[in-house]
């Protein structure tokens, strides 16, 4: 424990959860409150996915400054993921928490009244930053009243079953938002829920007992290096930029030299010595590259050359969180069953034949024939992968370094998904042409790169996750 210890994790507590199959009430409330954490950052994301169209047409956005809605957020995210993870391990968690949120939902209510795109793309960070915060105290509680095993395989399942459901109830509603209101509605919704979501965190949530406070150096320094890096790689991914280039590695090399001397370190490397969490960690930025690659090109494809419309294409890629809750429902039993690796080597090789068979989509044809089938199998990957890579992230990890181990994993889906996006923009518009035909083998290349990738690092994974 860290000196935080929250009330639900004394041992009662985990005698409660030993039971697995019988979580008491005030154990469930709490379960629901630290997944609808998570659920306001995956919800965000969805949400936006099917304005993207109307947003570049509003604000006379390319796809390459278009993108930077979702970098924008990703970057911010990535950047501030292990600061967020040190200020759970050192202060309150739940109050770590609820500012976190806090400054999520002030970049919501920034970006709904948004009227420039690079007004909106700084909400975007702001919001980005305050999902960074939030997030690692969120896993930390988590692993606090969940003893490692069956319970908290159980309690990880419920806890990505939540973000998948927010994921497919963002999608929805972000389509009917953007047809009925305009899309700055969909910023005001995520206002909306993050507001509820620091009502529950005050009154489900016990807070730290009396006396257990301490003052440790925040690495700031740190902070501001590995921000600085992240934002580097992705300028020089998405505009191939040889300065940004050099930036990074110099602000990367700055990060490591600064770490090894900094008497609070961001980041103890010593968390890497663990099997598990080195193969979270490859698995965690693959799974978001692969992820957030497809769901950027999705709604491209969908409405800009099957023509539907965003609600449609929202309902389009509802089964995908049906499906990955049903996988995640399931994955903490079967991990108990078969063990982390084999589950998440299976998870990612689903992931890659569901995204390459979409390498098959034309510029006209059936949803049911060229779209639902990847569909369904890259969701059922999805919920298996996903519960995996996260119970491998804390796995041989000291509970005191638990919220930074947390935020390191996120970190590493962050920067896959903000420069795996930026990427893939890149990748697929640099063919020839620009009309309809020549964006999608734009896209089927961008499909086969995510589905190569993905199978390559399950591959690699066999290797990395032993003991």
């Known amino acids: 424990m860290t000196g935080h210890?929250?009330?639900?994790?004394?041992?009662?507590?985990?005698?409660?959860?030993?039971?697995?199959?019988?979580?008491?009430?005030?154990?469930?409330?709490?379960?629901?409150?630290?997944?609808?954490?998570?659920?306001?950052?995956?919800?965000?994301?969805a949400v936006v996915n099917p304005a993207l169209p109307a947003i570049g047409r509003s604000l006379g956005?390319?796809?390459?400054?278009?993108?930077?809605?979702?970098?924008?957020?990703?970057?911010?995210?990535?950047?501030?993921?292990?600061?967020?993870?040190?200020?759970?391990?050192?202060?309150?968690?739940?109050?770590?928490?609820?500012?976190?949120?806090?400054?999520?939902?002030?970049?919501?209510?920034?970006?709904?009244?948004?009227?420039?795109?690079?007004?909106l793309i700084a909400a975007r960070a702001v919001q980005g930053v305050g999902a960074a915060v939030s997030v690692p105290s969120a896993i930390a509680l988590l692993s606090q009243t969940f003893p490692e095993g069956p319970a908290r395989n159980r309690a990880l399942g419920v806890y990505t079953t939540v973000g998948a459901a927010s994921f497919g109830v963002g999608l929805v509603l972000g389509g009917v938002l953007t047809s009925a209101f305009g899309w700055s509605s969909?910023?005001?919704?995520?206002?909306?829920?993050?507001?509820?979501v620091l009502v529950a965190v005050r009154f489900v949530l016990p807070g730290p007992a009396?006396?257990?406070?301490?003052?440790?150096?925040?690495?700031?320094?740190?902070?501001?290096?590995?921000?600085?890096?992240?934002?580097?790689?992705?300028?020089?991914?998405?505009?191939?930029?040889?300065?940004a280039a050099v930036a990074f590695v110099v602000l990367a090399a700055g990060f490591v030299a600064w770490e090894r001397r900094a008497p609070e370190p961001l980041f103890p490397v010593g968390i890497l010595r663990s099997g598990p969490v080195r193969a979270a960690t490859l698995s965690g930025g693959l799974f978001f590259f692969a992820l957030n690659g497809f769901l950027f090109f999705a709604p491209l494809y969908m409405q800009g050359i099957l023509g539907f419309s965003a609600l449609w294409s929202g309902l389009a890629v509802l089964p995908m969180s049906v499906l990955v809750a049903v996988g995640s429902t399931v994955a903490g039993r079967v991990m108990n069953r078969?063990?982390?690796?084999?589950?998440?080597?299976?998870?990612?090789?689903?992931?890659?034949?569901?995204?390459?068979?979409?390498?098959?989509?034309?510029?006209?044809?059936?949803?049911?024939?060229?779209?639902?089938?990847g569909i369904v199998v890259m969701s059922v990957g999805q919920g298996l992968a996903y519960t995996a890579l996260t119970a491998a992230s804390l796995t041989g990890v000291a509970p005191d370094r638990h919220g930074v181990a947390g935020a390191f994993n996120i970190t590493a889906q962050q920067v896959g998904a903000g420069v795996g996006v930026a990427a893939l923009v890149a990748i697929a518009g640099g063919g020839p042409g620009d009309g309809p035909a020549a964006r999608l083998d734009g896209y089927h290349t961008a499909y086969l790169t995510i589905a190569c990738l993905l199978a390559l690092g399950a591959a690699a994974v066999v290797r990395l996750h032993r003991p």
């Open 5 to 45: 210890g929250w009330a639900l994790a004394k041992p009662a507590a985990r005698r409660e959860c030993d039971a697995v199959t019988s979580f008491s009430p005030r154990l469930w409330a709490a379960l629901t409150v630290l997944a609808a954490t998570v659920a306001l950052d995956i919800g965000s994301v």
């Open 61 to 119: 956005m390319d796809d390459a400054l278009l993108q930077w809605t979702t970098t924008g957020y990703g970057i911010a995210f990535a950047g501030f993921l292990l600061f967020g993870g040190r200020l759970a391990d050192v202060y309150s968690r739940r109050l770590v928490l609820a500012f976190g949120v806090g400054i999520f939902t002030a970049g919501a209510l920034a970006a709904s009244v948004a009227s420039t795109a690079w007004v």
């Open 186 to 196: 969909v910023f005001g919704a995520s206002a909306a829920m993050g507001v509820l």
């Open 338 to 373: 078969f063990g982390q690796r084999r589950v998440l080597v299976v998870g990612l090789v689903l992931m890659a034949v569901g995204i390459v068979s979409w390498i098959r989509t034309p510029l006209a044809g059936s949803y049911w024939t060229y779209l639902l089938p």
């Open 210 to 243: 009396a006396g257990r406070a301490r003052v440790l150096a925040l690495d700031v320094p740190g902070a501001v290096l590995v921000t600085s890096a992240i934002v580097a790689v992705s300028v020089a991914v998405s505009q191939a930029g040889t300065g």
